[in-house]
């Protein structure tokens, strides 16, 4: 996109690297010229302020946005509203197809106006990478991958053919075929540039590569050094035709690193204790800049694992600073000479390159020499677990959660074994967040080889899988001669994609699933991910542990969680000795030395040369060439979205909500899982009823992250999670509620139809942290097109509460220390909005009236979480592309 017009800093420059000019916006030239101080400010912020002040037009971005973050440095932090641009934007699959049709739609409302639909183009490069659609439905066999990419592309074949439709209808949008890898790995070995180029007119400029994604762990990049971070699907839409991410000037936290780790440990470990101690921090909707001497003791692949999750602590991201290591990463992952030239002359001439003397808002320390081997779970990624305590928690918290002391078990039918509560069941190599780094894939090989070697199996009730975030994994641990033995104990390559972490773990066998069933079994899951949530990684699991590769592997030979891994034996090996976690694991030196020989730069430039062709199967896709998608009406994958029908002109304003009826009280930490799940559909839901109507069989059911592109399947499934607790329903779980004044308890989406026959305005309670987790747009669309006005919740998660607002939904906060348990809420209240609509401004006090089934009624106050000017048009427009769109028209 052209840069701004104005340059009240005199800041604009010419730098020449590699013997060629380049124009940029000078840091040090602003600081000279009226930004005193700004050299003391976090890598993370000049990132920002190199932005605004590249963008300088006097409309979008002013001289006084540009003083804010200078005076940030006085309190160090801001109520000031910036609008930031980023690069580019990066899609995956699941919320990739629905950003397609939203685009689609507009060209279609577009047409209608009378305008030119190709005006609805991306102004800024897109990619998206086809990672979410795998599933683990064959695995531990040689041919595992072969058939399930097989059952993929038959599976979807619809959607995919969407997407290459789309490919060839858009401007600046690239596809990176299924097959390839997981978006944010593909992102961190080939599309980050570190520092981006752009010819405009007869200028070539150079600033930081920035990045928004509709995935929450596009922050795995930030260990890269680029600035990047999930936003909704809706606002990346926004974001592709121009508009700028409205933001507040954030606070950042500085995270100091001291040390290094101790032998035995991995960057997991590292992840899941910065994880615990940020989220007691509370870092929600801040930046997270990570400092210090250790800074040198992690690897770049250690730091993309601890940028990877900065989701599950909270942050917006976990910032890096550019130094040797970096450097060292671009060269050794096959970028070419003058990329890493021109990263190392710009961050040093801008102040981007790491330095000790910065000013945070606040900062902790950790000293990496005190890690000690953890997990996280049975469902939160916070949850953690010193292995060490690992049985003992487990025991714990089965006996509160299952409400019963002993181990119940059941036979497996045509086995001559029983599975029990606490059987490990799944045992699944997957994610980005450890699939990236080489040295704890490495470790698992080698625990692998190990294992086998001294005699040791998998136990045979657990479901085993591979799936690396890119086909140079398979590649290494080919060489370093690892697959014989990962194979050996059943983790075959199932397929290159996010699979068991977002929920496509596939089928567990029949004769499983029914002992469960029998007894009602409290089954586990032990997984490499950074996903956890009740209800995601399979309908049957209902504990859930995060961990490293090489303890999932430990775990597959245990089979059940009650195992101490430090006091327990495996087994015996050969010579009738016991065999004990110490015998198995790898040395770091062992680790080092066989990375030494097996992984390369050629690895890199040879997988990544032909990126954009795909297997056979994509390539013979075929799509016709047309700017208007032509809708299939009897498609159960892609539906023309509803969103834009029946456009006015003008804004709808503010709307009262009067007399509104809850849908749904919930508790806290309700995910965007639980309110729109990725996962299993099931038969038993008004889902299924709708497939039914539809002819659709069970088994090709598939998930409803494949469904995004179909708003009827979508809408039936949201707040359809298996694992939701609706308290207005006590006594169920799933998607239920109950309707009032009947008193009846239906699914959500039945009570649903029955309101909007009523023309009753609903809303949903929520306790703290309401939508944390993925970011999710369909848990803001599904709640849109259920008829939801407001969502009145205790505290917000950051991308959630944009979400929401991007749909034309008002977010609201309890305030005065009230919430859904101390105003007694039941579901039988009437709930008004008072007088929105004379107007609400951002950060309003919004008055609520509640009406109870006695009689009494109350007037409380809440904050409106409308927190920009940006936002509240948005708000006022119904939503961020409805705005969009009346803009363009």
Request: aromatic letters at 8%; a neutral charge.
């Amino acid at each position: 996109m052209k840069p701004g017009t104005k340059n009240s800093f005199n800041s604009k420059s010419a730098i020449s690297i590699n013997n060629k000019e380049y124009t940029y916006y000078s840091i040090p030239e602003a600081e000279k010229n009226g930004l005193e101080g700004v050299s003391k400010l976090p890598k993370s912020l000049k990132v920002l302020l190199e932005n605004l002040l590249r963008y300088e037009d006097d409309l979008t971005v002013n001289k006084s946005q540009i003083t804010a973050i200078k005076d940030w440095l006085k309190t160090k932090k801001s109520n000031i509203e910036i609008a930031y641009r980023p690069a580019r934007v990066l899609l995956q699959d699941y919320t990739g197809i629905p950003a397609v049709a939203d685009l689609a739609a507009m060209r279609e409302a577009v047409k209608e106006k009378s305008k030119d639909p190709n005006t609805i183009n991306p102004l800024s490069a897109v990619d998206l990478v086809i990672d979410h659609s795998v599933q683990v439905d064959q695995s531990a066999k040689a041919d595992s991958f072969d058939k399930n990419v097989e059952i993929e592309f038959k599976r979807n074949g619809e959607r995919y053919s969407f997407l290459k439709w789309g490919q060839n209808a858009f401007d600046n949008f690239r596809i990176v075929p299924p097959g390839t890898g997981i978006c944010h790995q593909v992102n961190l070995e080939y599309l980050s540039k570190v520092v981006w180029s752009e010819k405009v007119k007869d200028e070539q400029y150079i600033f930081p590569d920035t990045l928004v994604g509709t995935d929450s762990h596009t922050t795995m990049v930030n260990g890269l050094s680029v600035l990047g971070w999930g936003v909704g699907g809706i606002e990346a839409e926004a974001g592709m035709l121009g508009q700028p991410i409205s933001m507040l000037i954030p606070e950042v936290i500085g995270f100091e690193v001291k040390n290094k780790m101790p032998e035995g440990t991995t960057a997991t470990d590292l992840v899941l204790t910065v994880v615990k101690m940020l989220r007691d921090k509370g870092v929600v909707g801040k930046f997270v800049e990570f400092f210090g001497e250790g800074l040198k003791n992690l690897t770049l692949a250690d730091r993309a694992t601890i940028a990877n999750m900065a989701p599950e602590y909270g942050a917006t991201c976990g910032f890096f600073p550019i130094d040797e290591e970096t450097l060292k990463y671009l060269k050794f992952s096959g970028r070419d000479d003058e990329t890493v030239k021109i990263v190392e002359e710009y961050a040093k001439a801008q102040g981007l390159w790491a330095t000790s003397d910065i000013e945070f808002t606040d900062s902790l320390t950790l000293d990496m020499s005190t890690i000690v081997p953890t997990i996280s779970g049975p469902k939160r990624p916070q949850d953690k677990v010193l292995l060490s305590e690992a049985s003992q928690s487990f025991d714990k918290s089965f006996k509160e959660v299952a409400a019963r002391d002993e181990f119940k078990s059941s036979k497996v039918s045509n086995t001559d074994y029983e599975i029990k509560d606490g059987s490990i069941l799944i045992a699944a190599i997957t994610s980005c967040t450890n699939t990236s780094n080489p040295n704890v894939l490495i470790g698992a090989g080698l625990l692998a080889k190990k294992a086998v070697e001294l005699g040791l199996e998998t136990k045979p009730w657990v479901k085993t899988s591979l799936a690396p975030g890119s086909q140079v994994v398979t590649d290494y641990l080919e060489k370093a001669g690892l697959n014989t033995y990962l194979d050996k104990l059943g983790f075959n390559l199932v397929g290159y994609g996010c699979t068991t972490c977002i929920g496509n773990s596939g089928p567990l066998a029949d004769n499983i699933v029914k002992a469960i069933q029998k007894e009602n079994l409290y089954g586990v899951s032990v997984l490499s991910g950074n996903r956890n949530f009740e209800g995601r990684i399979s309908p049957h699991i209902k504990a859930n542990y995060l961990a490293s590769p090489p303890l999932v592997v430990a775990y597959s030979l245990t089979g059940h969680m009650s195992f101490n891994l430090y006091k327990d034996s495996f087994g015996k090996d050969k010579n009738g000795k016991d065999v004990y976690l110490k015998d198995i694991w790898p040395s770091n030196q062992e680790i080092e030395e066989t990375l030494k020989t097996s992984l390369n730069a050629d690895m890199f430039i040879k997988r990544y040369s032909n990126v954009s062709q795909g297997p056979k199967q994509w390539q013979e896709i075929k799509t016709e060439k047309s700017s208007i998608y032509n809708w299939d009406e009897n498609s159960t994958y892609v539906k023309k979205p509803p969103f834009f029908e029946n456009l006015s002109d003008q804004p709808e304003g503010f709307k009262p909500i009067k007399d509104a009826r809850p849908l749904l009280i919930l508790g806290d930490m309700v995910t965007t899982d639980h309110i729109s799940p990725a996962g299993n559909i099931q038969k038993e839901s008004p889902t299924g009823e709708y497939f039914m109507k539809h002819q659709i069989l069970p088994k090709d059911y598939n998930s409803y992250g494949s469904r995004r592109g179909n708003h009827e399947v979508m809408m039936r499934g949201t707040f359809a999670n298996i694992r939701i607790r609706n308290e207005m329903a006590p006594g169920t779980e799933g998607g239920f509620t109950k309707l009032y004044p009947e008193e009846k308890v239906m699914p959500v989406y039945d009570a649903v139809v029955e309101y909007k026959k009523r023309g009753t305005d609903l809303v949903v309670i929520g306790g703290k942290e309401y939508g944390t987790g993925s970011s999710r747009d369909w848990a803001a669309k599904g709640t849109k097109l259920l008829g939801v006005k407001a969502v009145i919740a205790e505290s917000f998660e950051r991308i959630h509460r944009s979400n929401l607002i991007g749909m034309g939904i008002l977010p609201l906060q309890f305030k005065d220390n009230l919430n859904r348990s101390n105003l007694e809420l039941k579901g039988s209240e009437l709930i008004s909005v008072v007088d929105i609509e004379k107007g609400i401004n951002p950060s309003d006090i919004v008055k609520l009236e509640i009406k109870y089934i006695s009689g009494e009624i109350k007037i409380v106050n809440t904050l409106c979480r409308i927190d920009t000017k940006n936002e509240l048009e948005y708000y006022k427009n119904g939503g961020i592309l409805q705005y969009v769109l009346r803009n363009m028209i």
